[in-house]
């Protein structure tokens, strides 16, 4: 069994800053690449940023120069910087993990934590 936890969730005022962090843990293989997801109310849930055990990454490009992804390999872990942010950012959070077995590979997903930035 997999567990994607995720935490650093809260509120704060537009431009302020967050950091938020995900660990998985459980009996698997590897982690091809971890990510964060995000959705806000009556919306889909969306892309953030991901990054491949590689350490390539890729962001939206409404968070683009205001966010940063990295990632801990060792502890299976993967963290989102936030800065500068906006009113608009506020949603819940999600994390993935793209998990690896020895004969197959799927995505796990956190239960989410709430960003609340206010005006």
């Known amino acids: 069994q997999v567990h994607v936890v995720e935490s650093g969730g809260g509120l704060v005022q537009a431009g302020g800053s967050l950091r938020l962090s995900c660990a998985a843990s459980g009996r698997f293989f590897s982690i091809n690449g971890m990510g964060w997801y995000r959705q806000a109310p009556g919306k889909q849930r969306g892309l953030v940023a991901t990054?491949?055990?590689?350490?390539?990454?890729n962001y939206a490009d409404s968070v683009k120069g205001r966010f940063t992804i990295s990632g801990d390999n060792a502890k299976n872990t993967v963290y989102l910087q936030m800065n500068s942010l906006k009113p608009e950012d506020t949603a819940v959070y999600y994390c993935?993990?793209?998990?690896?077995?020895?004969?197959?590979?799927?995505?796990?997903w956190g239960q989410g934590t709430q960003v609340t930035v206010s005006s």
């Open positions: 990054i491949t055990s590689g350490g390539i990454t």
């Open positions: 993935n993990a793209q998990v690896v077995f020895l004969n197959s590979a799927l995505d796990y």
